[in-house]
Every structure is written in C-alpha cells, then in structure tokens.
C-alpha cells in the first residue's frame, strides 16, 4: 500500500547547528505535504506545509524542501534550539479528500 | 483562539470496560477526525466527519469503536468493550475545509491504559 517513511528514527544535533529531517513517500499522487512537530505529553503541532506545485516553502527558521522526481521531502530547521527537540512527522494528503497519511516519525535530540 | 479540546487528558481501565473520549472542535472548524497512535508512530486515521456526517469511517473497527457528532461541531468516541490492544493515544483534529487539502489542528490528546 501507499506509506509515508523516514530515514532515520532518531537525529542528534548540536544546539545552533541547522537539522535536516528526511522524509519518503510513495504515493505519486499526493498533492499537499504538512510537518507536524510532536512534543512529549501533546498533540501534534503544525510546523509548515507545501503543495505539489510548489519545490520550497521557508518559515520561520524552517524550510521545506519538495523533490517530486525521487518522492523526497525534507525539513531543515536553521539554527536548532533545546526547545525544538521532539519528535517530527511528515504527513502527505492525497486526493480532494483531507486524509493524511503520517510517517512513523523522527526523534530530534538537542544537545548542548 | 481555543484550540481543540479534549477529555480526559488520561484514562485508565480494565479489558472489557466500555470507555469514551470527547472532543471539543476549533470554533467554525467543519471536520472533525479521530485519529489513534500507538507509541512511537504517527496518528492513524479512525473517523472523519465533515459536519455531522460520517464520511469516512473505513478504519474505524466496527465491531466495538462507534462516534458521533450529533449537532456537528463537539464528538464522541465510545469503545466497548475495550482490548489490551486499544491502550494508544485517541487524538482529534479538526480542519476548517469541507473539501480539498486544509491543515489540521490537533488537541492535545486523550492517553488510554487498559489493564
């Protein structure tokens, strides 16, 4: 069936270093991609999105990278602080209906 | 803005007790989603209502999960009775979009332990 994967379960960074997060999918269709950003105890929080028209979306201290051709995205998070440290998800919706699919997940870890 | 609500935050049961989670939406927010996660991997979609219509419920397990969202805005989510395997985090987002691809919001969630 049609998932949503990621590379690496857990990323460990140095605070102030950038981090990126990798994310898989498979589903050539899908038209809209969201990180969502976890923290122990919470609900998921919505980071940044970006459609499939679309190659890069920035935000504040984080970008979004979309490469259709290898079905890649990725999240870059500029200058990493000790409170982005969670777990982060891609998500991908396909079709008019909203359904995500969500990935399993990347544990960031910001070291001091 | 209230964000979506939810209760209780924990519950804890024993196997065969009859358990149900509420959700309070984002104020205008049309779709409601009930969604489950195991530890350690992303939320699963379980029901989706836009409004008080029930327009995908195909992962939901019949069998004992039922939902209801009566007057289209706050929703209910029963199990009965509850397994071993239900102990997860019951999550509901909701999305001001009836159609087509909107961000969700989630709340803060509802910890399940089945003992």
């Known amino acids: 069936g049609e998932s949503v994967g990621l590379h690496l379960p857990t990323l460990s960074v140095q605070e102030g270093d950038n981090s990126i997060i990798n994310c898989a999918y498979s589903?050539?269709?899908?038209?809209?991609f969201i990180w969502y950003k976890q923290e122990s105890g919470k609900g998921p929080q919505f980071i940044i999105d970006?459609?499939?028209?679309?190659d890069k979306r920035q935000g504040q201290r984080v970008t979004v990278l979309l490469n259709k051709t290898v079905k890649h995205l990725s999240l870059q998070i500029a200058a990493t602080q000790p409170g982005d440290s969670a777990v982060y998800f891609c998500a991908e919706n396909t079709g008019t209906a909203s359904k995500l699919t969500f990935g399993t997940g990347t544990r960031l870890q910001v070291t001091l | 803005e209230a964000g979506v609500v939810q209760s209780p935050r924990y519950k804890i049961i024993e196997k065969k007790q009859p358990v149900a989670f509420w959700c309070n939406p984002i104020s205008g927010h049309n779709t409601l989603y009930w969604y489950r996660q195991n530890l350690g991997q992303g939320p699963e979609l379980l029901i989706r209502?836009?409004?008080?219509?029930?327009?995908?419920d195909s992962q939901l397990p019949k069998d004992r999960f039922s939902a209801e969202r009566l007057k289209g805005v706050d929703s209910t989510l029963k199990i009965q009775p509850a397994e071993l395997g239900d102990s997860a985090v019951y999550l509901c987002a909701s999305s001001p979009r009836t159609s087509g691809t909107g961000t969700q919001y989630f709340g803060p969630g509802t910890r399940l332990l089945v003992l």
């Open positions: 589903n050539s269709a899908s038209d809209y």
């Open positions: 970006i459609r499939s028209n679309m």
């Open positions: 209502y836009e409004n008080e219509e029930a327009v995908d």
